[in-house]
């Protein structure tokens, strides 16, 4: 997975929450935040344990967006989601990273961009040998407060080749 990578609010929280947020760097070229999201974390940040993580995660490019919200993404998504799919769009990004299930399906169906969930970003850094337990990071994100479906969290195991 190389290339540019546009991400939501709650994968830096639940990455950043469990010490991992610099996978994102070592996976990808470049890891982008909108504006709104970039907000939404610093606004959230006196209940968010990784937030001196993200703080000096000087490698996330904080980006505005150049147009404002398509309609379709501003009506069906909250702003951050939203943003996260618009910027992508304007910046070519290879990849989004949206755990919600519904933001996750626009932006695959409806505007054909790659998306990866942060159970994927844990798979990816284990068969990068940067982790040696992806059950042991999920775990560590749902008693964060992070809430992480049971089919994900199988397929995860799964594909890290877990049980």
């Not at 070229?29 to 939404?40: D, G, K």
């Not at 940040?45 to 995660?57: H, I, P, T, V, W």
């Not at 490019?61 to 909250?78: F, R, W």
């Amino acid at each position: 997975m190389k290339g540019r990578l546009v991400s939501n609010t709650g994968p830096i929280i639940a990455l950043g929450a469990i010490d991992h947020l610099e996978f994102l760097k070592k996976i990808f070229e470049e890891v982008i935040v909108p504006e709104t999201v970039h907000n939404e974390i610093m606004q959230g940040g006196k209940d968010f344990s990784g937030l001196g993580f993200y703080r000096k995660a000087t490698w996330i490019k904080v980006q505005s967006l150049t147009n404002p919200i398509e309609p379709l993404l501003g009506t069906l998504l909250d702003k951050g989601e939203a943003s996260v799919i618009q910027l992508a769009r304007e910046k070519g990004a290879d990849f989004v990273l949206i755990d919600e299930r519904k933001a996750r399906k626009i932006a695959r169906k409806i505007y054909g961009i790659h998306v990866v969930g942060s159970a994927r970003i844990l798979v990816e850094a284990k068969h990068r040998g940067l982790i040696s337990n992806v059950r042991g990071a999920l775990e560590g994100m749902r008693s964060a407060g992070y809430w992480i479906h049971d089919d994900i969290m199988k397929t995860a195991l799964e594909q890290a080749h877990e049980k």
